[in-house]
């Protein structure tokens, strides 16, 4: 199964390759994510590689696009082979399905279940007020004495 994978990598840089040479930038970019993809799987360090050179290729594209897509791969790719050990480093499986930082900390938030930062102190999708000191700040009666106007109103 591993060496599938590597087969489909190495065919998805060639792929990726042909449609650079053609002018088909865009299915280039597309079959080099692919590749990568596929790498990341198999632990396929040259196929990391290849599409790195296609990444690199892509970024003198006038497309703004497609070179900012070119950019991020090719950044990816950097990040893969300078990972610790100085080849690709595997994700775990959650890692790699989420497609997060393991070191970014999160959490739900109990109001929306929607997921957060693990620092956030206010809910940015629903707006819920997580930290209790500011919670109690925010429900506490203000302090400007012009906040009850109604409460001064003149009777003729």
Do not use: F
């Not at 990341?40 to 590689?49: C, I, P, Y």
């Not at 290729?57 to 950097?78: I, P």
């Not at 620092?119 to 629903?126: E, G, H, M, N």
């Amino acid at each position: 199964m591993l060496w599938q994978r590597e087969m489909n990598a190495s065919i998805s840089v060639e792929h990726a390759r042909r449609d650079l040479a053609a002018g088909k930038h865009r299915a280039a970019a597309r079959a080099a994510w692919k590749a990568v993809n596929l790498a990341l799987r198999a632990q396929d360090e040259a196929s990391v590689r290849g599409a790195l050179e296609v990444a690199e290729q892509l970024v003198d594209t006038r497309d703004d696009r497609l070179r900012k897509d070119a950019e991020h791969l090719a950044a990816y790719c950097h990040a893969l082979l300078d990972g610790a050990g100085g080849g690709v480093q595997p994700r775990t499986v959650v890692e790699t399905l989420l497609m997060r930082d393991p070191s970014l900390k999160r959490r739900r938030c109990p109001m929306c279940a929607e997921d957060i930062a693990a620092q956030a102190r206010i809910c940015k999708q629903c707006g819920h007020v997580l930290d209790p000191r500011l919670k109690d700040k925010l429900e506490s009666p203000s302090p400007d004495p012009s906040a009850h106007v109604e409460d001064r109103a003149v009777e003729p």
